[in-house]
């Protein structure tokens, strides 16, 4: 399947699930642009790479565009990245994994629940990398100093 039909389909699937999450209809399309270019980089990179810098790679493009869309539409950061990664969640993984085990095949089930724990760890790196750099530069660009919250 081509990368238009994959962009495609995870913009509509990642659209549905923003209407479920009750995302503002002003940011549903943003929200489908994050999930169909997130899934569409990993389709892209798959062949190339494993499956866990693949979704790294992407998670940190839904999260930049992300935070790129939550500055333009004036909406919070997880307005866009939550429905966004939805394409990327390894569910299957997570399915295999508890058939696997509750099969007794406990050797191709614990090889693939660790598979699936490090796509999700991957995801969750690329979010909050993002999310600190933004972070980061956004105070620096306000120049408010750094303060310690008091104990």
Request: aromatic share 10%; hydrophobic share 50%.
């Amino acid at each position: 399947m081509s990368l238009i039909l994959h962009f495609i389909y995870s913009f509509f699937a990642t659209v549905g699930f923003a209407v479920v999450f009750n995302t503002p209809k002003k940011s549903l399309i943003y929200g489908g642009l994050c999930g169909g270019t997130g899934w569409t980089v990993y389709t892209a990179l798959q062949p190339l790479i494993s499956p866990a810098p693949a979704n790294l790679i992407a998670a940190i493009s839904v999260a930049a565009l992300g935070e790129l869309f939550a500055r333009i539409n004036k909406n919070p950061v997880t307005a866009f990245v939550i429905p966004g990664i939805i394409p990327l969640v390894p569910g299957y993984g997570i399915y295999s994994t508890m058939l696997n085990l509750l099969q007794n095949n406990l050797e191709q089930g614990l090889s693939l629940g660790l598979n699936t724990i490090f796509n999700s760890g991957a995801i969750a790196i690329g979010v909050i990398l993002v999310s600190s750099i933004a972070k980061i530069l956004k105070r620096k660009n306000s120049k408010k100093p750094m303060t310690l919250p008091r104990i």
